[in-house]
């Protein structure tokens, strides 16, 4: 059994829905349920052909046997929600905490103007606004709105019983560690704690449940919004580097930097990360694209996570090698086997 908490390493856009794909399908995992802060993340899966661009739903949902289930502490767009549902038939699977807080109209109008939308340069999908009125005790909840009364569950007793039970359950984090409103660079950061603590808050579960945490690193830094990056490169030189991205959720240029260890360690430190995986080392290393074994992997790359496995302490244990769920190099499996 194996309870498995997934986080972002750097500022969100690491490729946490790939990786949590493949891990739902790998463990078989019976529950998949997300933490997190809400819509304002962009979760992306390529699976059998097609691409799932998730804003709400945990990216296990490519594992038809996954319970979906969303944290009393996550952030609820209910037409998002009910669209996303629609769109991958998955009605019968998906559980929402009557608790969520609800993200209503008022909330985006909030985020899309003034200080939010200007100096901080939010998504605008309303999760400041929404968790401001939380905190200060007005925002609805889940439990009270007719729309969403068929999803309603008591999601904490389900992930802990499913653990008790010796299932497989995986956590999902949205953004990335230095976007925590905590441990991030504050005030360029989003509106709570995204660190893996916080996560398993989100969801119900105390620390002593965790088995692993996963912090999932991209090959090199991106950051979309304000605030400080270091290293940042021109657009051109992005460009160049064929690391020019657009983000998910808002189509802004995600601004671009190389791999940075320092950063990379002090986000194992805050999440108490026990592996890692890194995404697109086939954009780094164009050779790797695709491959499924660390042994068909240029040395140039290997000696590139070596380098990354030595300066963080922690094993890496899955390498993204192109966008689709199973291309990927499983050290953990590959090792095990
Ligand atoms: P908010 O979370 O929409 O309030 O935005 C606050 C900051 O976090 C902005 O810089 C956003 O671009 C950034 N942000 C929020 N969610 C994500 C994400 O999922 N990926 C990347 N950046 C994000
Ligand atoms: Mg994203």
Redesign the pocket.
Known sequence: MVCRVVVGGF???EGKGKIVSYLALRDKVKIGVRGG?GP???HTVQYQGETFKLRMLPSAVVNPEARLLLGAGVLVDPSRLLEEVKALKVRGRVGLDPNCAVIEPRHVEA?RTGH?AGR??????G??PCNSDRVQRKAKTAGEIPELKDFLADVASEVNEALDRGENVLVEG???TF?SLYHGTYP????KDVTASAVCSDVGIGPTRVDEVLIVFKAYVTR????PLPGELSWEEAERRGWAET?T?TGRRRRAAPFNLELARRAVMLNGATQAAITKLDVLYPECRGATSYESLPQEARKFVSRVEEALGIPVTLLGTGPETFQIVDLEREKGA
């Open positions: 500022w969100g856009d802060v304002n993340a962009g985020d939010l901080i340069g939010t998504t605008g999908t999760t400041g949205t953004q990335g976007l360029y950061v989003t509106s979309v919004g304000q605030g983000a959720v």
